[in-house]
């Protein structure tokens, strides 16, 4: 007896003679950055990769680099040529001037310090930012929060906090120098104001280093006054002191907003840690105990069998 589907595939048969075994042919990929399996391509990588750069970490560090490299740049050269205007201008015996040559040796060296430091820091609170972004956690899978990490994340909001209040402090110690320096060139702008005012002689008005402090009373000269103080205004290292302490401060005003930035960073990423350890105990929690509610489901299942 042949049944209807037999008699349907000879019939197929019959009508299609010249038909053969069906054949699977290679799909080729589609046009574009996904595959048909669903594998990613380039472009969402690239995207996932950019997604997971700590950016705020990123121009906070730019920053704090581009001021400490003013800072301690510049402060370098203009040290050095304010060395060189005492030493010429104001204080020409060596003894006199000798403290404060070595103090700006040791400013100098101080000075490579905190160069060295701050590219070290700044990398690190950087590669920090990079471990505590959420984009890095997803793509490098599950993350996971230790007391240890937490400690390091508190302790770099704190010397963070301390590096900003010293860094106040050399904001405002840099601020001297481009004081003393305007207070030289304004007194230079008075003297070539007052050449055409016969009445006042540009003599009289003069510049006394020591009342500054920077050299005993006992040097000579100390000061300088009407066209000796204007040569001294119009020279070379005066011209390139005075600017350079004046960037030299805005480096420093850079690297405090730099630290500022940082701590809002720091402090941001230490309270996602505190609240990422919360979740993970929870979660704890909850597969323990859904893990035993398996367990006892496990063992109802058992008991059952065993009595039917």
Known sequence: V???PEMEIGRYHWMYRSSRPHRYHHVPALRGNI???GIQGCFECCIKCLGGVPYASLVATILCFSGV????GCGHVALTGTVS???QHFSTTASDHALLSEI???????IYGIASFFFLYGIILLAEGFYTTSAVKELHGEFK??????CISGMFVFLTYVLGVAWLGVFGFSAVPVFMFYNIWSTCEVIKSLQTNVTVPGDQICVDIRQYGIIPWNAVPGKACGPILENICNTNEFYMSYHLFIVACAGAGATVIALIHFLMILSSNWAYLKDASKMQAYQDIKAKEEQELQDIQS?????L???T
């Open 299 to 303: 063992r109802s299942k058992e008991q």
């Open 104 to 110: 700006i040796q040791l400013m100098q060296y101080v």
């Open 35 to 37: 595959s048909p399996l």
């Open 305 to 307: 069998n065993s009595y």
């Open 85 to 87: 205007i005492l030493e």
């Open 145 to 150: 929060t230790t007391a240890c990490g937490r």
């Open 69 to 72: 490299a003013l800072f301690c």
């Open 2 to 4: 042949i049944t209807r």
